[in-house]
Antibody, heavy 123, light 108 residues
């Protein structure tokens, strides 16, 4: 079955960096776009970034553009999120989620999602 | 940016009740509206896509309707496993996939 497993979360000081990973299995990873979505403690869902099947197109929410970088390694079925200049407001559970399309676009949905990894930005 | 507003933000209901959750978009999004269910400590799960298409494996007591700016998620007869938080999400605007603030469905 399709499975996504995030890792790399932890406690980090403001201004520092962290890299998250998402290991995919159960589907042809290189055929689909894939996304990061986050959820601050006790809050709702916020789309963070998405990437096309081949890694050539990257898309970001305004709140992270210029600080976060999404990338993928299709040879290892792994998605990444490099997070730089972290702020306390970046504290959240970060989920990876599979796109239904090869390149993110309109009329889209996320299915399935991984179990998430918690990032805490605090001094 | 397209804003999504869900109502109510919380709802108490009993097993067997019929429940409706509303989601409104700040501008027309055609039928590009999805619904997710999230249980505490778990990842969201897709229930309905494109406003009214039930994801395979989701019980038929869940249904969605609407187009343009007004959408609804209906659970025809609440079961104990349905108590969770529900989110709508628009996908009209490519690459700015905004979610509603969520509706927490609790047991009365």
């Amino acid at each position: 079955q399709v499975q996504l497993v995030e890792s790399g979360g932890g406690v980090v000081q403001p201004g520092k960096s962290l890299r998250l990973s998402c290991a995919a299995s159960g589907f042809t990873f290189s055929n689909y776009g894939i996304h990061w979505v986050r959820q601050a403690p006790g809050k709702g869902l916020e789309w963070v970034a998405g990437i096309s099947y081949d890694g050539r197109k990257e898309f970001y929410a305004d709140s992270v553009r210029g600080r976060f970088t999404i990338s993928r390694d299709n040879s290892n079925n792994t998605l990444y999120l490099q997070m730089n200049s972290l702020r306390p407001e970046d504290t959240a559970v970060y989920y990876c989620a599979k796109d239904r399309l090869a390149t993110p676009g309109g009329n889209n949905w996320f299915d399935p999602w991984g179990q998430g990894t918690l990032v805490t930005v605090s001094s | 940016d397209i804003q999504m507003a869900q109502s109510p933000s919380s709802l108490s209901a009993s097993v067997g009740d019929r429940v409706t959750i509303t989601c409104r978009a700040s501008q027309s999004i055609s039928s590009y509206l999805n619904w997710y269910q999230q249980k505490p400590g778990k990842a969201p799960k897709l229930l309905i896509h494109a406003a009214s298409d039930l994801r395979s494996g989701v019980p038929s007591r869940f249904s969605g309707s609407g187009s343009g700016t007004h959408f609804t998620l209906t659970i025809s007869s609440l079961q104990p496993e349905d108590f969770a938080t529900y989110y709508c999400q628009q996908s009209d605007t490519a690459l700015m996939y905004t979610f509603g603030q969520g509706t927490k469905l609790e047991i009365k």
